[in-house]
């Protein structure tokens, strides 16, 4: 046996995996079993296809090597269930000359190698090698690739920071004031409580407890409200979370948590709009989603920055930027057999200065940016797009020099979803 694949399977630093084994045939499944138990991992045989489906069921299998002709349920069901199970499941077929169409069959269901009888030990040894450093790769690139994604994030909120600080203190000096000036007030209190038998005392002291103090607490309650939705908002943005979990999605609790965290960004002459029609909840991540939201927002408020500063320097103090979210459901068509999906279809516009139409078609393009050196990752985008793919949805853009820009994302409308009203 070549010493490299011995190597390989047995590296301390790589991960334990669990293979299975299914084969009618006790002796073939107890030899590979053996083999590959001595490289170090977890090897569990079955004899039918009926139980391997139990198995995987209730355990993680990285790899499943089956036989082709069992009784019962034959390896070209197997594999095609399996694979509806657990689509990443790797399957090698183990397949003889007179068995050529089922192993033809077992590649349209989804078996990714095969092995032909009488079994090489060694080239079983190989297939299983590569099909493992695939995994594993494959792993680590999705690890990686999570850890970009949280890195732009933190960069986002890197770039957010001094507006958000400036949101915080703006609630905060609110409430300071009006401690101070109870504070103030107590203090003048102190000596009409001291000399009740006055009406006017007693007038002074109910007019200030019964109208002002109320007055500055429900203003002090409401400046500490914002601080801690901006605070949660910030928390909730960063937080690295399960993002592989889905779930059911109202777009505009995404949207509204995007506005809120970008909002600190936009100059006074910038108003943001929001339209919704005909709105359906989604399956989706609802973090890397806002996520999406934020990072169109953010270059949006950027292009509006740019062009409030271009015309103020050429003298121009009205222009209003405009960013404009609106979002509706486009039906799916009817088709033989049922119906197509429904989507919702979202777009972000900004009048900004726009893209210009060499660059339009790398804006997508990983670590390229339209803005200057030092500004942004050049990620943005790049994880924009691979986002809304992971959420088997489309993204796109129209922007016309000195016009502005539009991004139009299609997000598909799974299982029977809930409507949710309109804001227009």
């Known amino acids: 046996m070549d010493s490299g694949f011995q190597q390989n399977l047995s590296d301390a630093s790589a991960p334990l995996r669990s293979i299975l084994i299914v084969d009618d045939e006790t002796m073939v499944s107890s030899m590979l079993q053996k083999m590959i138990e001595k490289e170090g991992h977890n090897v569990q045989t079955c004899n039918d296809a009926f139980k391997a489906l139990e198995i995987l069921n209730n355990k993680h299998i990285d790899i499943m090597i089956s036989d082709l002709r069992m009784p019962g349920m034959d390896g070209v069901e197997l594999v095609q269930q399996a694979k509806e199970m657990y689509d990443d499941l790797d399957v090698v077929v183990i397949t003889g000359y007179g068995t050529m169409d089922m192993f033809i069959n077992s590649l349209h269901a989804g078996a990714v190698d095969f092995i032909l009888k009488p079994i090489d030990k060694d080239l079983m040894l190989h297939t299983i090698n590569r099909l493992l450093e695939k995994r594993t790769l494959t792993e680590n690139f999705a690890a990686r690739t999570q850890q970009l994604v949280q890195s732009e994030k933190m960069a986002t909120v890197g770039l957010l920071s001094t507006g958000i600080a400036h949101e915080i203190n703006n609630p905060t000096t609110f409430v300071r004031t009006n401690l101070q000036l109870m504070k103030e007030y107590i203090k003048r209190l102190k000596p009409r409580l001291e000399?009740?038998?006055?009406?006017?005392?007693?007038?002074?002291?109910?007019?200030?407890?019964g109208k002002e103090f109320p007055e500055m607490i429900d203003e002090a309650l409401k400046g500490t409200h914002r601080i801690e939705k901006i605070v949660t908002g910030i928390k909730h943005y960063a937080h690295m979370g399960d993002d592989n979990a889905d779930e059911r999605v109202d777009i505009r609790e995404v949207i509204s948590q995007a506005v809120n965290l970008v909002r600190s960004k936009l100059r006074k002459q910038v108003t943001i709009t929001e339209n919704y029609m005909n709105i359906k909840e989604i399956t989706?991540?609802?973090?890397?989603?806002?996520?999406?939201?934020v990072n169109l927002l953010v270059n949006a408020a950027d292009a509006i920055n740019d062009k409030i500063k271009k015309m103020y320097d050429r003298g121009n103090n009205g222009f209003i930027g405009i960013i404009d979210v609106s979002a509706t459901i486009i039906e799916g068509d009817e088709?033989?057999?049922g119906?197509?999906?429904?989507?919702?279809?979202?777009?972000?516009?900004?009048?900004?200065?726009?893209?210009?139409?060499?660059k339009i078609n790398r804006i997508f393009d990983p670590f390229f940016t339209t803005k200057g050196v030092g500004v942004g990752t050049g990620l943005g985008l790049y994880i924009c797009y691979e986002i809304i793919q992971q959420h088997e949805g489309d993204i796109s853009v129209h922007s016309e020099k000195g016009e502005g820009t539009a991004f139009t994302i299609k997000l598909p409308v799974k299982g029977n979803p809930k409507v949710l009203g309109e804001k227009v």
């Open 195 to 209: 000399d009740l038998s006055k009406p006017e005392n007693v007038k002074s002291i109910t007019d200030i407890i």
């Open 339 to 358: 119906k197509t999906p429904d989507y919702l279809v979202l777009t972000f516009y900004d009048n900004g200065d726009g893209v210009p139409e060499e």
């Open 284 to 293: 989706g991540q609802f973090s890397r989603l806002e996520q999406v939201f």
């Open 335 to 337: 088709v033989e057999g």
